[in-house]
């Protein structure tokens, strides 16, 4: 089993009074808190290492990351407000079955008038010879 070396720190105190109040949080202690914060910087070093642009140092590819995050919120925000916005425009077009009908029965008598009005401005006998259907005189 491999021993910890042990290595002096030297911070600002109010670095480590914020360190300090991180680990009672946590419930660890400050060098348990020191060494978890490193390790999970190297995890985000390494996350960010492989991604695609090598030439960007942590902080700004932290940075290009958080202002992604932001803009993506802001659209998903848009779109709920939209889906809220569609959502209050279907329930203002609902009709009920009555009205369903209603409009149903009033577009029948619309086409019953129109179709009256053109077969009576067509000449005589046309749709009976367009059927082949001679009529009885």
């Given at each position: 089993?491999s021993r910890i ?75 709920q407000n939209l ?55």
């Amino acid at each position: 089993m491999s021993r910890i070396a042990p290595y002096p720190l030297r911070m600002a105190p109010e670095i480590r009074e914020n360190l300090e109040k991180e680990a009672e949080k946590s419930k660890r202690s400050l060098q348990q808190e020191i060494l978890f914060r490193l390790d999970k910087f190297q995890q985000i070093e390494n996350l960010l290492a492989s991604s695609l642009s090598d030439n960007e140092d942590v902080f700004m590819q932290v940075a290009n990351a958080l202002r992604m995050a932001k803009v993506s919120e802001s659209r998903a925000e848009e779109i709920q407000n939209l889906k809220k916005r569609i959502e209050s425009l279907m329930s203002s077009v609902k009709l009920t079955e009555t009205d369903r009908f209603m409009t149903i029965s009033s577009n029948i008598e619309s086409i019953e008038v129109a179709l009256k009005k053109i077969i009576s401005v067509m000449p005589d006998g046309y749709i009976e010879e367009k059927n082949g259907v001679k009529k009885p005189t």
